[in-house]
């Protein structure tokens, strides 16, 4: 069965998602990053610089022409996508962030765009009875250009819920 995306729609496991280990696991549906989301996100970090909050001055001074998203306002919209896309497997009954590896911004992503993020499964190590280390690969496209926005690998910590 295909998936919104085109993907085979597989629910997976923590068991399953390690014969997954170098293939594309998810592809998240698309998310608009409008001036509302990137004030919102200057609000929260108080990074009011104004390439990304002035759309006036952008629109004069600016190299893109209008206001952009803060690189880390897209590097956090990773976890939302990942999981919402059905990166994280069912059998997770909790997934916490570990770390990030090799975390580059590629190209800005100016006010009104669209992203969606790309997963690929890199491992999956067994920490415990009930806990693995997940590394996630990917890849935050804008729509309608070949470059990505960023590129990133994510680490995430998941259990599952202990044997009674």
């Not at 770390?99 to 415990?128: A, D, H, I, K, Y």
């Not at 990917?138 to 259990?159: D, R």
Request: charged fraction near 25%.
């Amino acid at each position: 069965m295909l998936d919104a995306t085109g993907l085979e729609d597989k629910m997976l496991t923590l068991a399953g998602l390690q014969d997954r280990v170098g293939e594309e696991i998810a592809i998240s549906n698309w998310v608009a990053i409008d001036q509302a989301r990137i004030d919102a996100f200057a609000n929260c970090t108080n990074d009011h610089q104004w390439i990304h909050t002035d759309p006036e001055r952008a629109r004069r001074e600016s190299p893109f022409g209008t206001t952009i998203a803060h690189g880390f306002l897209t590097l956090g919209l990773l976890t939302e996508l990942q999981r919402d896309a059905g990166a994280w497997p069912a059998d997770a009954a909790s997934t916490v962030n570990y770390g990030l590896e090799g975390v580059r911004f590629v190209s800005p992503v100016v006010s009104g765009s669209r992203v969606r993020n790309r997963t690929v499964c890199r491992s999956v190590e067994p920490r415990s009875e009930t806990a693995w280390l997940v590394r996630l690969e990917n890849t935050l496209e804008i729509e309608g250009q070949t470059k990505p926005a960023l590129v990133a690998t994510s680490l995430l910590m998941m259990f599952t819920a202990p044997a009674e």
